[in-house]
Antibody, heavy 125, light 110 residues
Framework: QLLLQESGPGLVKPSETLSLTCTVS??????????WGWIRQPPGKGLEWIGN???????YYNPSLKSRVTISVDTSKNQFSLKLSSVTAADTSVYYC?????????????????WGQGTLVTVSS | QSVLTQPPSASGTPGQRVTISCSGS????????VNWYQQLPGTAPKLLIY???QRPSGVPDRFSGSKSGTSASLAISGLQSEDEANYYC???????????FGGGTKLTVL
């Protein structure tokens, strides 16, 4: 059974950089046909895609966050990470990592499964 | 940025059939598949329907999905109290070059 677990500070000061890591267990992060993604959810609100990474390091970011986001992968540790710079209170959210299943039918036929349990990151001084 | 539009709330009584709609555009639902996620209170989202109408292993056949043009629907038959949750539709958006989520629908079982 594949499990994903987010880890990182729960409190970040405004203007600083948010850093989270997702540890994958029960499977290899280098498996073909899978990307690895980050999604966030502000308290009481909906889901927002942040970005995806392939084990080779190829990345795709949400244009609205692209200037502040870096996603990286460490295949030796079976982990991938998120960095979000210059955070403000608007970045306060539960951050989820998830596996993006990619089919041979093209980018329009993919889905997130499974998801990590999520971690709340609060931006406050 | 494109959006997928869902009703903010829906409700039904045990045993009823309810449907939740998801409206998009030609750059997302009109071209790409739709997935549905269920988020029980205080938990992470869970894949409920993928590729418009496919159920992952373990998801009861009470849940079904459909797509027509630029809209999609999730139907839940034989409503149960444990179905009370938030439901999100999602579709790849060609303009975003990434997945786009709907605003979510809170389902209440009366």
């Amino acid at each position: 059974q594949l499990l994903l677990q987010e880890s990182g500070p729960g409190l970040v000061k405004p203007s600083e950089t948010l850093s989270l890591t997702c540890t994958v267990s029960g499977g290899s992060i280098t498996s073909n046909n899978y990307y690895w993604g980050w999604i966030r959810q502000p308290p009481g609100k909906g889901l927002e895609w942040i970005g995806n990474i392939y084990y080779t390091g190829s990345t795709y970011y949400n244009p609205s966050l692209k200037s502040r986001v870096t996603i990286s992968v460490d295949t030796s540790k079976n982990q991938f990470s998120l960095k979000l710079s210059s955070v403000t209170a608007a970045d306060t959210s539960v951050y989820y990592c998830a596996r993006l299943v990619v089919t041979g039918k093209g980018p329009g036929f993919n889905w997130f499964d499974p998801w990590g349990q999520g971690t709340l990151v609060t931006v406050s001084s | 940025q494109s959006v997928l539009t869902q009703p903010p709330s829906a409700s039904g009584t045990p045993g009823q059939r309810v449907t939740i709609s998801c409206s998009g555009s030609s750059s997302n639902i009109g071209t790409n598949a739709v997935n549905w996620y269920q988020q029980l209170p205080g938990t992470a989202p869970k894949l409920l329907i993928y590729s418009n109408n496919q159920r992952p292993s373990g998801v009861p056949d009470r849940f079904s999905g459909s797509k027509s043009g630029t809209s999609a629907s999730l139907a839940i038959s034989g409503l149960q109290s444990e179905d009370e949750a938030n439901y999100y539709c999602a579709s790849w958006d060609d303009s975003l070059n990434g997945p786009l989520f709907g605003g979510g629908t809170k389902l209440t079982v009366l």
